[in-house]
């Protein structure tokens, strides 16, 4: 792989190592915009185009990113698979069943537990807070495939 600085003229024909920490590598930063974009891309439920299309490829960079970076970063990431189901939720919200299961997965996604699978626990109420736990990284992504899987399925339905 070919290790790209993040001026470079043409980063979209470029692969970018991402290497050491937020404050040695500026690809870091770059990385959370990147992040940061697709969680306001999620954030607009009335067009479902946006959230629909992209569920396999929204999950597979949830799944890439979940243990990786700052604490901003793993909760921005976090709040990306919240705001998927949510706006799975808003588009299927007259179907019969699926609407009841994304619900009880949207309160899953709400819950402590989550937040763990990206070494993540709220400080204050309303979340804008986070300490690093100390969890196993094998249980943390299982549960985590787990929803994500299961949003991917009921995306399909």
Not at 34 to 42: D, F, I, P, Q
Not at 53 to 66: G, R
Not at 139 to 154: G, N
Request: proline content about 5%; overall charge negative.
């Amino acid at each position: 792989m070919y290790y790209v600085p993040s001026n470079s003229p043409i980063p979209s024909q470029t692969l970018a190592v991402v290497t050491g920490s937020e404050s040695e590598d500026s690809t870091w930063n770059d990385l959370g915009t990147l992040v940061k974009l697709l969680a306001a891309s999620l954030f607009n439920v009335r067009a479902p185009v946006q959230s629909q299309v992209l569920v396999p490829e929204t999950c597979h960079s949830i799944a890439m990113l979940a243990l990786m970076g700052s604490e901003h970063v793993r909760g921005t990431v976090a709040g990306i698979m919240t705001n998927l189901i949510q706006a799975l939720l808003a588009s299927r919200i007259d179907d019969s069943e699926v609407p009841d299961r994304l619900k009880a997965l949207l309160m899953r996604c709400c819950g402590p537990e989550v937040l763990c699978c990206f070494r993540l626990m709220r400080i204050t109420p309303d979340g804008n807070e986070y300490r690093v736990v100390s969890v196993s990284e094998i249980d943390s992504i299982e549960t985590m495939c787990d929803i994500l899987l299961e949003a991917i399925v009921l995306g399909a339905h």
